[in-house]
């Protein structure tokens, strides 16, 4: 069963300073991961997408490395910004359908 | 337009009653999926249909009953509501299998009094 674990639970940061998020996960057979995002109250959207036969997506500020043979994944946010507070979510897609949610790292930007 | 909706946002009942939750996705994906994030914010998969067929069906009470008609539409109906229910149900899609990124809905509140 495939576990994933995230660090650090939560998170506060001045703005402009780099924010580095942790995911680990114990199978290292993995179709993809994927990171989201999820704001108070509302539903999850998608940040970026690694395929298991990548080693990092970038997307604006946001850069997602993955090493599967070590089992991590970290999530980098540039510059942070007060907009960047949200929960994060890292999640690993495996082969049987099943996405495998971590319990996500609170991030809070002080403006 | 909104990729995948769900209805309704919030929901309010009494223990033994049955309610549904519908969730429609218009981006012509082939696979749904139904989560549910209890009060410590952890998202389990429930259930995942890929053009109609359930291909996934976690160890949930036999009370949860999804329904495809159709691969655009997964509904979600619970029979004798429990008060452990209550958590924030999410229909989410994904062009096949979980090798595709993972669109997902608003979210339902379910709250059992």
């Known amino acids: 069963k495939q576990e994933v674990t995230q660090i650090p639970a939560a998170l506060s940061v001045p703005e402009g300073e780099n924010l580095v998020l942790n995911c680990s996960f114990t199978?290292?057979?993995?179709?993809?991961l994927q990171w989201f995002r999820q704001d108070p109250g509302k539903g999850l959207t998608s940040l970026l997408l690694?395929?298991?036969?990548?080693r990092e997506q970038t997307s604006g500020r946001l850069n997602a490395s993955l090493d599967k043979s070590s089992g991590r994944s970290t999530l980098y946010i540039a510059a942070s910004q007060p907009g960047d507070s949200a929960t994060y979510l890292c999640?690993?897609?495996?082969?049987?359908?099943?996405?495998?949610f971590g319990a996500g790292t609170t991030v809070t930007v002080r403006a | 337009d909104t990729a995948v909706s769900q209805t309704p946002k919030y929901l309010v009942t009494q223990m033994g009653n049955d309610k549904s939750i519908k969730c429609e996705q218009n981006?012509?994906?082939?696979?749904m999926y139904w989560y549910k994030q209890d009060s410590k914010k952890f998202l389990k998969i429930m259930f995942s249909?890929?053009?109609?067929?359930?291909?996934i069906n976690e160890t949930v009470p036999n009370r949860f009953s999804p329904k495809s008609p159709d691969k655009a539409h997964l509904n979600l109906h619970i029979n004798s509501l429990e008060l452990g229910d209550s958590a924030v149900y999410f229909c989410?899609?994904?062009?096949?299998?979980?090798?595709?990124?993972?669109?997902f809905g608003p979210g339902t509140r379910l709250t059992v009094t």
């Open positions: 981006l012509g994906h082939d696979t």
């Open positions: 690694i395929q298991s036969s990548q």
């Open positions: 999640a690993v897609g495996s082969n049987d359908y099943k996405l495998s």
């Open positions: 989410a899609s994904s062009q096949t299998s979980a090798s595709y990124e993972q669109y």
């Open positions: 199978d290292s057979a993995i179709y993809n």
């Open positions: 249909y890929n053009n109609k067929e359930l291909i």
